[in-house]
T-cell receptor, first 119, second 115 residues
Framework: GAVVSQHPSRVICKSGTSVKIECRSLDFQATTMFWYRQFPKQSLMLMATSNEGSKATYEQGVEKDKFLINHASLTLSTLTVTSAHPEDSSFYIC????????WGTGTQYFGPGTRLLVL | DQQVKQNSPSLSVQEGRISILNCDYTNSMFDYFLWYKKYPAEGPTFLISISSIKDKNEDGRFTVFLNKSAKHLSLHIVPSQPGDSAVYFCAASDPRTGTASKLTFGTGTRLQVTL
C-alpha cells in the first residue's frame, strides 16, 4: 500500500520545450505532495510543496515561473518544467503524505522518479 | 546549513552482521524522524520512523534509536542481507514549517552488504 506513481519515468526533450510530469497517489488521498530534485550522488533537494486547491509553496532559489505546479485533486499533482534547458536535466521525484487514515500522517511516500534529459 | 548530517558516505558490512547507520541533526525542533532506502534511479522507499517522544522503534530487522539529548539517531539492520545494499537517507520533520510532513534530508550513506 501507500503507492505513489510518476509518469513518465524518463523523458528526453529539446531545449526550449516544456515537459509535464505527473504524480499520483494510487491508494490514498494526499492533501500535500512534494516535489524534489536529485543531482547525481547528492541528497534530495525539496523544490516545492504542493497543496490541493491552493498555490504551491516554493523553496528559496526555485523559480516558480519555471517549475509550474498544479495540485488539482487529492490524488494528482503535476510539475511542468517550462522552456527547459540542459541545466534542468535531473532526476525529479515526487512524494505524497496521506491525509489521515490508517497510513497516518507525517510519512512521505515517494514516487519512482522521472529522469529528465534536455538536449 | 546542513541541518541533518550523515557523516559516513559509505559503509560495508558482511552478510549476517549488524549494519549501523548514523545520523546527526542540529535543529532541536525536529520532532519526527524517518529512514528511507533508495536504489539508483528510483524513488526512496520508507523504512521506519520514530517520534521524538520515543527512543526506540523496531520493525522486523530494522530498529531506529533516537537520542534527543545528543541529537543523534541510528538505524540498525540485523541481520544484514545483500538486498539491503542501497543508499540510506535519514530525514527529519520540523512542525514549525507549517506543513507537518515537510522533511529535511541527510546526504545519505551508501551501504554495501558483502557475501
Amino acid at each position: 500500500g501507500a503507492v505513489v506513481s510518476q509518469h513518465p519515468s524518463r523523458v528526453i526533450c529539446k531545449s526550449g520545450t516544456s515537459v509535464k510530469i505527473e504524480c499520483r497517489s494510487l491508494d490514498f488521498q494526499a492533501t500535500t505532495m512534494f516535489w524534489y530534485r536529485q543531482f547525481p550522488k547528492q541528497s534530495l533537494m525539496l523544490m516545492a510543496t504542493s497543496n490541493e486547491g491552493s498555490k504551491a509553496t516554493y523553496e528559496q532559489g526555485v523559480e516558480k515561473d519555471k517549475f509550474l505546479i498544479n495540485h488539482a485533486s487529492l490524488t494528482l499533482s503535476t510539475l511542468t518544467v517550462t522552456s527547459a534547458h540542459p541545466e534542468d536535466s535531473s532526476f525529479y521525484i515526487c512524494s505524497a503524505t496521506p491525509s489521515g487514515g490508517h497510513w497516518g500522517t507525517g510519512t512521505q511516500y515517494f514516487g519512482p522518479g522521472t529522469r529528465l534529459l534536455v538536449l | 546549513d546542513q541541518q541533518v548530517k550523515q557523516n559516513s558516505p559509505s559503509l560495508s558490512v558482511q552478510e549476517g552482521r549488524i549494519s549501523i547507520l548514523n545520523c546527526d541533526y542540529t535543529n532541536s525542533m525536529f520532532d519526527y524522524f524517518l529512514w528511507y532506502k533508495k536504489y539508483p534511479a528510483e524513488g526512496p522507499t520508507f523504512l521506519i520512523s520514530i517520534s521524538s517522544i520515543k527512543d526506540k522503534n523496531e520493525d522486523g530487522r530494522f530498529t531506529v534509536f533516537l537520542n534527543k539529548s545528543a541529537k543523534h539517531l541510528s538505524l540498525h539492520i540485523v541481520p544484514s542481507q545483500p538486498g539491503d545494499s542501497a543508499v540510506y537517507f535519514c530525514a527529519a520533520s520540523d512542525p514549525r514549517t507549517g506543513t507537518a510532513s515537510k522533511l529535511t534530508f541527510g546526504t545519505g550513506t551508501r551501504l554495501q552488504v558483502t557475501l
